[in-house]
């Protein structure tokens, strides 16, 4: 018997004792209550069987609110997603509440996915803030936008891994480290779901679980082969933290992995969700991924995925119309027990009572315009977008002294594109909103800015620049902004070639040839190869599609109004022949050391090859820039880094500390990161795995002693046997400024 299942039976003799004697339950994860939990047994009670299997179904009202009213009325329908407009809302919510038998409220959803109306940069920008609590607030102004207008639910966070940037989706998630994706999700969860249940809490849906960003290829929907090893150390722990921060619901992914869709996937769902974890919210399907399920092969047809589903522990169905068409009957045919049926039910009407949607199913739609964009929330846009910027590259060009700089030539297709620059999906986010970079230079410096675009967009083809040329030449210098339409990356928009698409490449050299100082800022969805790029500007400044305020932050950073801090949450490759590179590797029995291309180890070089280890003879093995890599306006230089202890027991903490000084001559903010890294494992270890970061502000000169505690519990794993603990040995650790600087401290663990 495998220690998995020896594990799971453990686990259910303990559940079915606990509710057997009557004792607690386990500790909710989503905050319920004796009272909750009266109200959700009392609706049941009364429910039939219709009733219950109408809870379970969802349905896109994107196709207009009428066609779905006599389904409202007849209790068939549990949620409705894309409706945004409140008197729609008050609509459906009215025919719900006064019209049908049970008066049971629709969970109203929407992919508020970075913002509702004021855009943030997408989550991969958020991430590449590596500020949390800034996050948290902007989840916050979502919440507050769209809860206004009657959504009460949102599909985000996204916690996908994603460690391939040819897949489109890397946008909508927080990057390639599980720590900082947990981080990150923690702090969407309580943004959006507030501090307690009024009517700005907007569920968070935790998504999409799991493995779903290690689809093959980087082409979307497509299969991935997940170890229970790389489930359980790199991808389910975000979601873990994630439900331990309270989210009410999450849902299931489209891949499937190993051979399983994850929406019929009962280990994921019913085994570690709900056993291990104790999640008591609200499963949910992606868009009819119950359906695709027959695509896969894994049923036979509606009625076999629709029974898997609900086998695997799914509570709601997205746009399949699997449980509403088959449930009742499979019930009558034995197939399925009601029982099932009603813990369903218990999770939906949890929630419900929970978001207090009994009491208060109706928005005010004259109110609800009133929020929107407030002054405030474009205020919280633009310090995101600013914070989210990672400096590249910079020889000095930046930041621009606007006193001395006269003529500003703007140029490039993403200088004054007020949609692309909100980036992949922002449903909700209005263009005319949006300020561009163009338009925030234009305000600051009327007069002094010459606007050539040079191309229309991204993909242009373009022999000849003589107008941008002959632009920049009457200017002092020239700002090109570059990058990828929002329609570039996000769901079902997977790249192989990660490049500068159309003439952009050539648009930067031409205006490199004509000697002006150039600053190249890049807007996109994604890491681009862009290593071909940075000879031909003075300064890049990389800007994950920056959201609403992505014009004055992005005018602020380059005039120097702020200072970059970004840091970049995923690997930036040279080629994307080395995907996928990632900097939590293993060591592998073949470590990399040295770094000679295919020119210096030619055989006219004497050498035939390094030895044979992991790297590429034409490439290397190391990327353009590590994770967590960026540049600020100043310097930072790491000293008298150490440790309290040489040896530490499982229940001791690692204080370790550095001092961190400003040795340059502007104020700047440094991302002091810690990675550790477990030598000897009974599975092999990452090189490193980041543990902890921090903001650490500093005035010119001035030095801090940064102190970090790491708890010995945080180096746990789950190993060969099957548990997840802190195996004793020797580790490093590191305090740096990114995942590829720095010397390492070793200490043991007893
Ligand atoms: C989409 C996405 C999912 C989204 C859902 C509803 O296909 O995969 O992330 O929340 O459908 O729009």
Redesign the pocket.
């Known amino acids: 018997m495998s220690n998995k299942t020896i594990r799971n039976l453990f686990l259910a003799a303990a559940c079915l004792a606990a509710a057997a004697c009557g004792g607690p339950k386990r500790p909710s994860t989503v905050g319920t209550t004796p009272e909750v939990e009266r109200r959700v047994e009392q609706i049941l009670a009364q429910m039939t069987l219709a009733e219950k299997i109408g809870q379970m179904n969802q349905v896109?009202a994107d196709g207009g609110v009428d066609n779905y009213a006599e389904a409202v009325r007849r209790g068939q329908i549990g949620s409705v997603?894309?409706v945004v407009d409140p008197e729609k809302i008050n609509e459906m919510q009215r025919i719900a509440m006064e019209e049908s038998r049970l008066a049971i409220p629709l969970l109203v959803?929407r992919?508020v996915?970075h913002g509702f109306h004021t855009v943030f940069p997408i989550p991969l920008g958020l991430a590449a803030t590596f500020d949390p609590a800034l996050v948290e607030e902007g989840a916050r102004v979502a919440a507050v936008e769209a809860t206004a207008q009657g959504v009460r639910w949102t599909?985000?966070p996204?916690l996908d891994i994603a460690r391939d940037p040819r897949w489109g989706?890397m946008a909508?998630g927080s990057g390639e480290d599980t720590w900082l994706d947990a981080r990150m999700g923690e702090a969407m969860v309580r943004g959006y779901q507030g501090a307690q249940w009024d009517t700005t809490a907007m569920a968070a849906?935790i998504?999409?679980f799991v493995g779903y960003g290690a689809a093959e290829g980087g082409r979307d929907y497509n299969s991935t082969f997940l170890t229970e090893n790389q489930l359980r150390n790199v991808y389910l722990p975000p979601f873990e933290a994630a439900v331990k921060a309270g989210a009410l619901t999450l849902?299931t992914?489209?891949n499937d992995n190993d051979g399983v869709p994850s929406t019929g996937n009962r280990f994921i769902v019913k085994d570690i969700l709900r056993d291990e974890w104790g999640f008591d919210g609200l499963v949910v399907t992606?868009?009819n991924?119950m359906g695709e399920m027959v695509s896969h092969g894994y049923g036979a047809d509606r009625r076999e995925v629709a029974r898997q589903a609900l086998d695997a522990g799914v509570d709601m169905d997205?746009m399949t119309f699997g449980f509403i068409t088959h449930l009742e009957e499979l019930v009558r045919a034995g197939e399925v027990r009601e029982s099932a049926i009603d813990d369903a039910v218990r999770n939906i009407l949890r929630v419900k009572i929970l978001l207090g949607l009994f009491e208060h199913p109706y928005v005010d739609a004259a109110a609800a315009e009133t929020v929107q964009y407030a002054p405030e929330h474009l205020d919280a846009a633009r310090r995101t977008a600013e914070e989210s910027a990672v400096l590249l590259k910079n020889d000095g060009v930046l930041p621009l002294d606007a006193g001395r700089v006269r003529t500003i030539l703007v140029t490039g297709p993403m200088a004054d594109a007020p949609h692309d620059q909100l980036g992949t999906?922002s449903f909700d986010g209005q263009k005319q909103h949006t300020v561009t970079p163009l338009a925030a230079l234009r305000e600051r410096f009327p007069g002094r800015v010459i606007y050539v675009p040079g191309l229309k967009d991204s993909r242009e083809q373009r022999a000849r620049f003589d107008d941008v040329v002959a632009a920049a030449r009457r200017a002092d210098v020239v700002l090109a902004f570059l990058g990828e339409e929002a329609i570039l990356s996000g769901?079902a928009h997977s790249l192989a070639d990660l490049n500068l698409k159309g003439s952009q490449s050539e648009l930067l050299a031409a205006l490199q040839a004509t000697g002006k100082p150039v600053v190249a800022t890049v807007m996109a969805g994604r890491p681009l190869t862009v290593e071909r790029d940075l000879p031909h500007c003075g300064a890049m400044l990389y800007s994950f599609h920056p959201g609403t305020m992505g014009g004055p932050a992005l005018a602020n950073l380059i005039f120097g109004d702020a200072t970059p801090s970004g840091k970049t949450p995923v690997t930036f490759l040279r080629t994307v022949g080395q995907v996928p590179m990632y900097y939590s590797h293993n060591m592998t029995g073949r470590p990399y050391r040295g770094e000679k291309l295919l020119d210096e180890i030619g055989p006219e070089a004497g050498q035939t090859s390094l030895g044979n280890t992991s790297y590429y003879l034409d490439y290397g093995a190391y990327p353009l820039f590590p994770f967590g890599y960026g540049l600020s306006y100043t310097t930072f230089a790491y000293t008298e880094p150490s440790l309290d202890k040489a040896v530490y027991g499982r229940d001791d903490v690692v204080r370790a500390a550095c001092t961190l000084t400003n040795t340059g001559a502007r104020p700047g903010t440094e991302v002091v990161q810690v990675y550790v890294r477990d030598l000897v494992g009974s599975f092999t270890r990452p090189v490193k795995e980041l543990k902890h970061f921090e903001r650490v502000a500093l005035q010119p000169g001035e030095s801090r002693r940064v102190e970090v505690e790491i708890p010995v519990s945080a180096l746990a794993f789950w190993g060969a046997d099957g548990t997840k603990k802190v195996e004793p040995g020797d580790f490093q650790l590191w305090l740096a400024g990114d995942s590829a600087s720095g010397e390492p401290l070793a200490f043991k663990v007893e």
Do not use: A, P, V, Y
């Open positions: 896109s997603l894309n959803g992919d996915i599909f985000s996204m989706r909508e849906c998504k999409h849902m992914s489209f992606d868009w991924s997205m999906w769901e």
